[in-house]
């Protein structure tokens, strides 16, 4: 939210009206984690009651869909969340006065369909619009004009785009999308699967040991589908995805744009082992029926929590907003009986479910010698180095890029609707910004993914205005010489960010109106994602943990953010409370 629109605001607001003239007040900065006008929250309840059988920590996408499933089940649910919005990272903010932010999360795919569907998310407001094309890649070069590279569904126009750079690469395209097709058909399921259980394997009695062997047969399964081809599947998830791509393509532009999805949000490079895996997340969403695609939520992501905060409260859940959770309440015996919030309020339930970090809920909620040692010493290892700093920016007109000059009458162009990768020329830039951020420098010409969501969506800003979310890494946690992110920082890194940007769209400084800038400290304090980490499935424990009685605490499967799965539906990696393991509960029963 905008950080001073209390005092200014009102005048703000009067001279902003349906358009958006050039004498509005430039340089408009927000000041992280101050607060202004609030948008309002689905599905509050009026009154906070003293008992429940479930409770919720933290009202983050996840943690909403745990309580619209729980509700629907007939368990009385109620959501507590600190902050003033719902959503976690998924939130709609006015950061400035007309215009409203994704202010962290901004794209959507990894909806899981029955959960779409089950929670009836159209029906409660939910609307996502498609994009296509999807990706765009301007270059620097001396020749005028730049080339680009436009990818898009229809595959006869993407080869025609790939072929500017290989004509080799372009009839490959085809068949390296079929192959990750393979992949994607092979694992999906696995998404809705328990993860197999690899300590009950060796424990317990025989039949114990049987049931457990049950939670292999969806790998198996999937095995078979990848046939023959597994040994090459295997290395996609497992070898640096510039090797990957190496052996498919040779042109650097189409090689650099698809590494970016294998990289973003991670502080990792081109080259590190296993950064195929997050390329693999990025190609095996789902977006109304069409496999990878990504788009955008009408309305900004806070639109998407606003519908499963509807759906939750059709049910009969409670949710509210600025209630924060102090500590869990355990009994003598150890047993979760409720939580705490910070004004003191105490809340009975039979059930904790804690929708924030591991380490939050572990390290800070959870009474440390309710839990073993070796546990607690674990999720203190827990790698969460984020290499991103969200950048939100209001402007006055669209980005003119040399490489694709706006039409005369200044409306949305197809390529203003994508991601458009910055900085993204060849994987040795890519690599190079990643060694400057393992130092504790911010990479000179960062990678940046540049999105316009209002050229879908252009109720998000004055008329003949823009929101832009920049999507920037890499920007290391914690500073060279224990330098502190502060304002003077964050700007100077912000202030590159843009000549970088001026480069490949000359005028864009000139049209900002105010920008959000948001390191990694400031994610991690404003949205609770440790290290600032917001969505990589391999560093982020982002599915709510369960806190049952009899001391028992269950952890969700490691999803991205932006996937919504009930946390019933995976097993826990340790022992219930009646010393079993392995078992799933699926909705129509907690």
């Not at 301007?138 to 020749?143: G, Q």
């Not at 509210?320 to 959770?325: N, Q, R, T, W």
């Amino acid at each position: 939210m905008a950080g001073h629109c209390g005092a200014m605001a009102a005048g703000l607001w009067a001279r902003l009206g349906t358009g958006c003239p050039s004498r509005w007040p430039r340089g408009w900065h927000l000041s992280p984690g101050l607060r202004g006008a609030r948008l309002a929250h689905a599905g509050a309840a009026d009154r906070l009651q003293r008992e429940y059988d479930a409770v919720v920590i933290g009202a983050g996408h996840n943690g909403l869909v745990a309580a619209a499933y729980l509700q629907r089940a007939g368990v009385r649910t109620a959501v507590l969340e600190k902050r003033h919005v719902l959503g976690g990272a998924a939130v709609t903010e006015e950061i400035v006065p007309g215009f409203k932010f994704s202010r962290a999360s901004y794209l959507l795919s990894l909806l899981r369909p029955q959960i779409y569907a089950e929670l009836e998310l159209q029906r409660h407001g939910l609307r996502v619009l498609p994009r296509d094309p999807y990706s765009f890649t301007p270059l620097l070069e001396d020749r005028s004009p730049p080339r680009s590279l436009l990818l898009g569904h229809d595959m006869a126009q993407t080869q025609r785009q790939i072929a500017q750079f290989s004509q080799k690469d372009a009839q490959a395209y085809p068949e390296y999308e079929s192959f990750m097709g393979g992949l994607v058909s092979a694992l999906d399921p696995l998404l809705d699967a328990p993860p197999v259980d690899t300590a009950a394997l060796g424990q317990g009695s025989l039949l114990q040991r049987l049931r457990a062997l049950q939670a292999l047969r969806p790998l198996l399964r999937a095995g078979l589908v990848l046939g023959w081809q597994l040994p090459r599947y295997y290395e996609v998830l497992t070898a640096p995805i510039s090797k990957i791509l190496d052996q498919w393509f040779e042109s650097e532009p189409l090689k650099a744009t698809l590494a970016t999805d294998a990289v973003i949000g991670a502080m990792a490079s081109p080259h590190t082992p296993g950064s195929g895996y997050v390329l693999l997340h990025h190609v095996m969403g789902e977006l109304e029926g069409r496999r990878g695609a990504w788009g955008y939520v009408a309305g900004g992501m806070g639109a998407l929590s606003q519908a499963i905060a509807r759906a939750a409260a059709a049910w009969g859940a409670h949710i509210f907003a600025e209630k924060a959770v102090c500590h869990v309440l355990l009994g003598r015996d150890g047993r979760a009986q409720g939580v705490a919030l910070q004004d003191g309020t105490e809340v009975r339930s039979k059930l904790v479910l804690s929708n924030a970090s591991p380490q939050i809920t572990f390290l800070e909620l959870t009474p440390q010698e309710q839990l073993p040692k070796d546990f607690v010493q674990r999720i203190r290892q827990v790698d969460t180095r984020s290499p991103v700093t969200k950048i939100n920016v209001a402007v006055d007109r669209l980005p003119s890029f040399l490489a694709a000059p706006n039409a005369r009458d200044g409306q949305p162009l197809p390529h203003h609707q994508c991601s458009i990768h910055l900085n993204c020329e060849d994987t040795h830039l890519l690599h190079q910004a990643f060694t400057e951020a393992t130092h504790g420098y911010p990479s000179t010409r960062p990678m940046i993914e540049l999105c316009i969501p209002s050229a879908l969506d252009p109720g998000l800003a004055p008329r003949g205005c823009h929101v832009v979310s920049l999507f920037t890494q890499y920007t290391p946690s914690m500073l060279a010489g224990g330098w502190p992110w502060d304002e003077q920082a964050r700007n100077a890194y912000a202030d590159t960010v843009f000549d970088c940007i001026e480069a490949y769209a000359p005028g864009f400084k000139a049209s900002v109106i105010g920008r959000d800038i948001l390191t990694p400290p400031d994610l991690e304090r404003i949205f609770g994602l440790p290290g600032g980490v917001e969505h990589l499935p391999w560093r982020d424990v982002s599915g709510p943990a369960v806190l049952r009685p009899a001391s028992t605490i269950l952890l969700g499967l490691p999803v991205p953010n932006s996937q919504l799965v009930p946390l019933w539906k995976w097993s826990p990696p340790w022992r219930r409370s009646d010393g079993s393991s392995g078992t799933q509960c699926r909705p129509g029963g907690p």
